[in-house]
């Protein structure tokens, strides 16, 4: 059964830091890897996606990488602003999607 | 525009009495899936469907039903609620599996007491 674990569970950073979020998962056939962006209250906002045959997606200031061999996934912030503070969920796509249970983000100006 | 609509958003109902969340998407997508999120927990899917009249169970499938009679409709029914479902719930869709990210409802809220 698949496992996602994210960490660190929560983050404050200083506004203008680049900071690295970690995802890892137990079973490495998987069809891609999903970041996704949650706010208080609200549904889930697809970052990026990385198929489970690339290495990297960017997107802006956020750059998502995949190293299924040792079933990791990073995600880049590049200069953060307050309006980054949210959580950050990582899914994997096996069968089915299995969700970490997130990295909550602050940054404070 | 590109959507997934819930409804309701919000439900507050008693123990036992049948209730269906309705999702539906305008994008024209194969997949469709439903999620519940509880905290301490995360996301867990409960139902997934390949494509009309294709439904198959996710990680937590027990004490919901869902059908999928149309493309773009995939609704999610409790036939006896139990407090133990209290939780936020989640429909999303996506092009074929594995293809595509996955598109999210805003949510529906569901209180059983």
């Known amino acids: 059964k698949q496992e996602v674990t994210q960490i660190p569970a929560a983050l404050s950073v200083p506004e203008g830091e680049n900071l690295v979020l970690n995802c890892s998962f137990t079973?490495?056939?998987?069809?891609?890897l999903q970041w996704f962006r949650q706010d208080p209250g609200k549904g889930l906002t697809s970052l990026l996606l990385?198929?489970?045959?690339?290495r990297e997606q960017t997107s802006g200031r956020l750059n998502a990488s995949l190293d299924k061999s040792s079933g990791r996934s990073t995600l880049y912030i590049a200069a953060s602003q307050p309006g980054d503070s949210a959580t950050y969920l990582c899914?994997?796509?096996?069968?089915?999607?299995?969700f970490g249970a997130g990295t909550r983000l602050t940054v404070k100006p | 525009e590109a959507q997934v609509t819930q409804n309701p958003r919000y439900l507050i109902t008693v123990t036992g009495k049948k209730l269906t969340v309705t999702c539906s998407q305008n994008?024209?997508?194969?997949?469709m899936s439903w999620y519940r999120q509880d905290p301490g927990l995360g996301l867990r899917q409960i139902y997934y469907?390949?494509?009309?009249?294709?439904?198959d169970k996710g990680d937590v499938p027990e004490g919901y039903k869902v059908s999928r009679k149309e493309k773009r409709n995939f609704p999610l029914i409790l036939e006896s609620p139990s407090p133990n479902q209290t939780s936020l719930y989640f429909c999303?869709?996506?092009?074929?599996?594995?293809?595509?990210?996955?598109?999210f409802g805003p949510g529906t809220r569901l209180t059983v007491l």
């Open positions: 899914a994997v796509d096996n069968n089915d999607m299995r």
């Open positions: 994008m024209n997508h194969e997949y």
């Open positions: 990385i198929q489970s045959s690339q």
């Open positions: 469907s390949m494509n009309v009249e294709v439904t």
């Open positions: 079973d490495s056939a998987i069809y891609n």
């Open positions: 999303a869709s996506s092009s074929p599996k594995g293809t595509d990210t996955q598109y």
